[in-house]
């Protein structure tokens, strides 16, 4: 798939699979896209769904991406971190007890806690609040 066929941006940082056979992209300056599987010839870019800022996103400039266990897609960006429920964004950033907001990488472990790497704040740990619904503490 290429700009030609519909992609927004050809500067992809992350790619990643999700349960449903889905392909999503995480672009440096275009958000990001999901192509649901009957794209995966890359010739047609009738199912191509493209999320930016304008939809919630934190940033456009996207550097990682991973899905988690319970089905959200958290998105390391250059302003901050988003996570993706499906149908809204929650933002996270300094304001919120991140210690940078440029985000390289991110892993969730067996207990739910999200591992956040960002360039000059090390590592962060968010631990989930299951009474708030997804909602957590840095």
């Not at 992350?14 to 999901?34: C, F, Q, R």
């Amino acid at each position: 798939c290429s700009i030609k066929n519909g992609l927004p941006n050809a500067d992809i940082r992350a790619i990643l699979e999700d349960n449903d056979g889905s392909i999503w992209l995480g672009t440096y300056g275009g958000g990001i896209v999901k192509m649901s599987e009957s794209v995966h010839n890359f010739h047609s870019a009738g199912n191509i769904i493209q999320y930016t800022s304008k939809n919630g996103l934190i940033n456009d400039k996207v550097e990682c991406m991973m899905k988690d266990k319970d089905g959200s897609l958290w998105i390391g960006t250059d302003s901050g971190l988003s996570k993706f429920n499906g149908k809204t964004f929650t933002n996270y950033t300094t304001k919120q007890g991140l210690p940078k907001n440029i985000i390289r990488c991110l892993m969730q472990d067996d207990k739910k806690n999200i591992w956040i790497g960002s360039e000059e704040g090390g590592v962060s740990l968010f631990t989930p609040n299951e009474q708030s619904k997804g909602d957590g503490v840095f």
